[in-house]
């Protein structure tokens, strides 16, 4: 990382990231004095709801929260600063924020030190915001998914107020580089290569709190990656809403099959994977590129939402159910082994029992390795919102205990046809239920436990697959 000379008795510099590094050296200042004022170290505890993007938003957060001298407590009754990083894709995680709000309540009455911190999509939503500055007034900071860079500037100015602090942007064309980020692996990591999505499928909430799509440089997503890979990185996942799209806004535009050939270049680095993919913008080129990549892991994550063209056209998909099945028979003829996952939403309005039978359809005939399956949820703002047919509560627990049934089956059944095969596996942790196991993670995405001590984890190693036990394998080194 680049080093800055900061001068505290001088006014914020006004350019990134140098100005979040004057806040950083602020808060740190803040930070020491009650500390010592406590007697202790002071503490923090991160809670991440939601996607993968969520999740590299976290270490961004714990980055600078320990730069700032937060200690890193697991237990968040303990934790000093409690930051939520909120999804709100449905409306079941935005009532468990609530809910666990209410229990923080209490517990900050106990700890004259306790900070609540709230960030992320839920934050975009403007009545989520009135409503805790109406009924959750003991909230310190409240910030978007547009600025979370500028968390250390908002902790400082916390500490100067006294009073909630909330930052919200509507939407933004700025990406800060080079901040610093605490990852929780040490072996693989995820990276940012675009935020934000303009697809705008009518039941989904994400293009408006994530804004319209940018893609980053590629010199900065190829600098990351090294510097990850110097410190120990073996595998990254890069992460968009619609990785398809990639680069086509930049000034100089370039495909993300040209990105994903120059990130394989990269010497070191081992694995790449990639999500989500959108089905409409799956380029051939892009299946050439995973055909002959020696790095691409042989996994795709395609979601379909549903199998009839008719929902489809609702859900403004801007595919068929046809040009889907296409899709993935030409990826699966050009990479025989490739793992196929998904996403499902049940009950969409308007699904009729036909339409749900097209997409039981269309989970027959892929075969995915697994589906994330989900019902539909309606976000305020949304076309699908106000569409009329929303179907009712029974139909839809029908439908998705169906579903659920349908695709476990198929998923137990792929995943056993490479029983009995040697597998490359990255080991990624010493397994929680019995200490004599590591968990490992097939290139296909499925796991692995073979007997193993930790000084395996990080390492890429070769495994036999030797019974399958329907969604993992019992396996040994070979
Ligand atoms: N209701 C249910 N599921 C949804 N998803 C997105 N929006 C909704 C919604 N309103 C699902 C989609 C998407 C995944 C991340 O979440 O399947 O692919
Ligand atoms: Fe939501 Fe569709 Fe964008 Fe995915 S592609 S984030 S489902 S609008």
């Known amino acids: 990382m680049d080093t800055y000379t900061i001068d505290l008795t001088q006014p914020a510099p006004e350019k990134e990231p140098q100005r979040q590094f004057y806040f950083m050296e602020k808060a740190k200042q803040y930070v020491q ?3 010592e004022e406590a007697g202790r170290p ?3 505890c991160v809670t991440t709801f939601g996607c993968q993007m969520n999740a590299r938003d976290s270490e961004k957060l714990v980055g600078i929260l320990e730069q700032v001298g937060y200690v890193e407590e697991p237990e968040e009754e303990k934790a000093d600063f409690v930051i939520y990083n909120t999804c709100t894709v449905r409306e079941n995680a935005n009532q468990r924020v609530y809910g666990r709000l209410g229990q923080l309540k209490h517990i900050k009455k106990s700890n004259p030190y306790m900070m609540i911190g709230l960030c992320g999509c839920m934050m975009q939503e403007p009545q989520v915001v009135e409503k805790l500055k109406k009924s959750y007034r003991f909230v310190d900071i409240i910030f978007g998914t547009h600025n979370i860079y500028k968390f250390a500037e908002l902790i400082a100015t916390r500490f100067e107020s006294e009073r909630m602090v ?3 942007w509507k939407d933004t064309d700025k990406i800060v580089e080079d901040l610093p980020s605490e990852r929780k692996f040490s072996f693989k990591s995820g990276v940012n290569i675009m935020f934000g999505c303009n697809n705008f499928c009518s039941y989904c909430i994400v293009p408006y709190v994530r804004g319209r799509e940018r893609s980053r ?3 900065d997503i190829i600098r990351e990656i090294e510097r990850l890979v110097a410190d120990g990185v073996v595998e990254v996942m890069l992460l968009g809403q619609n990785v398809n799209s990639y680069g086509k806004n930049l000034e100089e535009p370039i495909t993300f099959a040209q990105l994903l050939q120059e990130i394989e270049k990269i010497e070191g680095l081992e694995r790449i994977r990639f999500m989500t993919s959108h089905p409409k913008d ?3 080129e892009l299946i050439e590129v995973m055909k002959n990549s020696k790095k691409i892991c042989k996994h795709l994550h395609l979601p379909v939402q549903s199998g009839s063209t008719r929902i489809l056209e609702k859900m403004n998909r801007r595919y068929t159910k046809e040009k889907y099945l296409e899709l993935v028979e030409k990826i699966k003829t050009a990479v025989p082994d490739i793992s196929l996952t998904t996403d499902i939403i049940v009950g969409f309005p308007g699904e009729t029992e036909e339409d749900f039978l097209e997409t039981m359809d269309v989970v027959q005939k892929v075969r995915y390795d697994s ?8 976000r305020t703002g949304t076309p699908a919102a106000t569409m009329e047919n929303q179907v009712p509560e029974d139909v839809i627990k029908d439908r998705f205990d169906r579903l659920l049934k349908e695709v476990q089956e198929i998923s137990a059944e792929v995943c ?4 009995g095969t040697i597998q490359k596996a990255l080991v990624e942790s010493v397994n929680d239920h019995d200490h004599t196991l590591v968990t490992g993670r097939l290139s296909n995405n499925i796991l692995v436990h073979f007997p193993g001590d930790e000084s395996l984890i990080g390492q890429i190693v ?3 697959l030797d019974e399958c036990k329907g969604f993992y394998y019992i396996g040994k080194r070979v």
């Open 416 to 419: 056993s046809v490479h029983e």
């Open 166 to 168: 909330i930052d919200i």
């Open 42 to 44: 002071l503490t923090f």
């Open 462 to 464: 070769d495994v036999s």
């Open 371 to 378: 589906a994330f399956t989900f019902i539909y949820s309606k």
């Open 33 to 35: 004095q009650k500390s």
């Open 217 to 219: 440089n590629p010199k």
């Open 282 to 284: 799956l380029s051939d």
